[in-house]
């Protein structure tokens, strides 16, 4: 079976660009949350989607956006890219909304120049 | 907010010993207390996880223990092997994760 996909894995953006990055959970999986991981942090909540809705938000700003499809894919979206947001970007799926397994993607690096 | 300390920042440890990484949170509401093993250039991988209603969870040469009252939980590794070397998370939360700011194993040969 396949495990969590992100795509693309590798990005390079201009500061004031915008860019938007893809997650197919694993199949069956409702629930779907993104994650911003700085180089040598933990990482950090940006958004959790379960049945389509909005579940949860993290602290990130407005120009971070993301959404959930019927089919449960998901997508994040950042505008006006700033050096700072330059990280890998993990995609989890899990089967329910709390308390359960979450299983992460291999990630997407993000680079601002 | 929820806030999750985690120890040490670095754990060198020789082959075969033990290795211990210790957490802490503050909200006693959580409920689910998981650890992630993250490998250079992948995403983490869950490795064991605890829920309140029990203490301690073992799993081959992996436990975790879990303390409410004094809210802090530990992951204990047994016998290291080489291939235990990576980067460990902590996490707590009952919905999204709040997660330490990671413990890098190094075992040496």
């Known amino acids: 079976d396949a495990g969590v996909t992100q795509s693309p894995t590798h990005l390079i953006k201009t500061r004031g660009q915008h860019v938007t990055l893809r997650c197919s959970p694993i199949?069956?999986?409702?629930?779907v949350s993104w994650y911003q991981q700085v180089l040598g942090q933990g990482p950090q909540f940006i958004f959790q989607?379960?049945?389509?809705?909005?579940?949860g938000r993290g602290n990130f700003p407005d120009r971070f956006s993301a959404r959930q499809f019927p089919n449960y894919s998901s997508e994040l979206n950042v505008n006006a890219l700033l050096l700072g947001d330059s990280a890998l970007y993990l995609c989890?799926?899990?089967?329910?909304?709390?308390?359960?397994?979450?299983?992460f993607g291999q990630g997407t690096r993000l680079t601002v120049v | 907010g929820e806030n999750v300390e985690q120890h040490p920042s670095t754990l060198s440890v020789q082959e075969g010993d033990s290795a211990v990484i210790k957490c802490t949170y503050s909200?006693?509401?959580?409920?689910?207390f998981p650890w992630y093993k993250q490998e250079l250039g992948k995403g983490p991988q869950l490795i064991i996880d605890?829920?309140?209603n029990v203490g301690e969870k073992k799993d081959q040469r992996i436990a975790v223990t879990l303390n409410k009252t004094a809210k802090h939980f530990s992951l204990h590794i047994t016998e290291t092997q080489p291939e235990d070397s990576a980067v460990y998370f902590c996490?707590?939360?009952?919905?999204?994760?709040?997660w330490g700011a990671g413990t890098k194993l190094i075992i040496k040969p």
């Open positions: 989890a799926s899990s089967l329910l909304l709390m308390n359960t397994e979450a299983f």
């Open positions: 199949s069956g999986h409702k629930s």
């Open positions: 989607y379960y049945e389509k809705e909005e579940r």
């Open positions: 909200d006693s509401a959580s409920n689910y």
């Open positions: 605890i829920r309140s």
């Open positions: 996490g707590t939360g009952n919905y999204q994760l709040i």
